[in-house]
């Protein structure tokens, strides 16, 4: 028979290879950001990492290419096609589980490729249906086990799939650095590392300006085996008076940030509100001139430093953070007796 013929005679199948395109499309339309603002926020989620619209084009590509398969092969990579779509299925169902409780809003895009896939695996079903009952005698109870061990599969993948989806599907925390180039972002240390360690800090916390002479021994040995952040958390209003100049050192002076943040943490006990004359004469024996940041650029740090302390809920001073950004698992050491040097890398290496 050709394949011409295979093709009229199961019209459901064309009608499979149908929405599976319409969901390759729509993957496309997904990743050119072609979108309406209420897509906005599920754009921002990941799959392990991964924007969903590159995964669904590759998903949407191997199933076109199974779905091709189907008609040369006498229907033997149907069954795989079932399994691929079933996973998919249950992944689905709790990302837009995500959209309904989390994001609280819908992404007409997203909805729409969810919709193709489970049209496709209905109509799949129906096909699968239609052809099993053919080779089946009835009354057999051999073939009759035998369809019933096939349909646990693709019953067991879906589950999988919601399963992987739930721990796999997250929203990365967007950080002050994106878009700038590496001279000059809020990072330091191993940016490779899958690790991050956040020191959260206020500039009039007592504890905090007694940890601060140990972090030039503490914060080396660590910038070797993660990505460091220095987060500022203003527990006293005045604290927002030194935010800006912190943010500035962070990004424009990174060799020497340690040696002027000591000398930040030492301009606290002279003034509340420093002026720039201030800060550019105590800065000034180690030959750095400050450099004034933009409005845009310190609203930026300071959403960025108001989200950390959201994400973690930290509500006192000092904490540290050491997270796994790619396991999505954190710990959280907070006040003198628990932030030191061997506590930290200890965390660091089990977090790994």
């Not at 929405?19 to 990743?31: N, W």
């Not at 603002?37 to 590159?54: I, K, M, Q, S």
């Not at 796994?324 to 290496?349: C, H, P």
Request: include cysteine.
């Amino acid at each position: 028979m050709s394949v011409f013929r295979r093709v009229l005679d199961r019209p459901l199948m064309v009608v499979v290879g149908f929405f599976l395109l319409a969901g390759l499309v729509l993957s496309l339309i997904s990743l050119s950001e072609w979108c309406i603002e209420t897509c906005a926020e599920a754009h921002e989620y990941r799959f392990f990492g991964y924007p969903f619209d590159l995964l669904g084009i590759v998903f949407f590509s191997i199933a076109i290419a199974l779905w091709s398969l189907n008609f040369f092969s006498e229907g033997k990579t149907l069954y795989l096609l079932a399994l691929l779509l079933s996973g998919a299925i249950g992944a689905e169902v709790w990302f837009i589980l995500v959209q309904k409780l989390v994001i609280q809003s819908f992404c007409p895009v997203c909805l729409a490729i969810a919709g193709c896939i489970i049209l496709a695996s209905l109509c799949l079903l129906i096909e699968g249906t239609r052809l099993l009952s053919k080779s089946i005698t009835p009354g057999d109870p051999i073939m009759l086990r035998q369809a019933r061990r096939r349909s646990f599969p693709p019953f067991l993948t879906l589950i999988t799939g919601f399963f992987i989806a739930f721990v796999g599907v997250f929203k990365p925390e967007q950080s002050f650095a994106q878009g700038t180039s590496e001279q000059e972002d809020p990072l330091f240390g191993n940016r490779s590392s899958p690790i991050e360690v956040y020191f959260v800090s206020d500039w009039f916390c007592k504890a905090c300006k007694k940890l601060e002479p140990s972090l030039a021994e503490i914060v080396p040995s660590i910038m070797e085996k993660a990505t460091v952040v220095f987060v500022d958390r203003a527990i006293h209003s005045e604290s927002l008076n030194f935010l800006p100049y912190n943010l500035s050192f962070m990004l424009k002076e990174k060799g020497k940030y340690l040696e002027l943040r000591g000398i930040l943490t030492a301009l606290t006990a002279k003034t509340k509100s420093p002026t720039q004359q201030d800060v550019q004469e105590a800065i000034s024996p180690l030959g750095v001139t400050y450099k004034q940041l933009l409005f845009a650029d310190i609203d930026s740090g300071m959403r960025f430093f108001q989200g950390i302390a959201q994400t973690f809920q930290i509500n006192s001073t000092p904490t540290v953070i050491i997270a796994n950004k790619k396991k999505i698992e954190a710990k959280k050491l907070v006040g003198l007796d628990e932030i030191n040097r061997e506590n930290i890398l200890a965390w660091i290496e089990r977090l790994k």
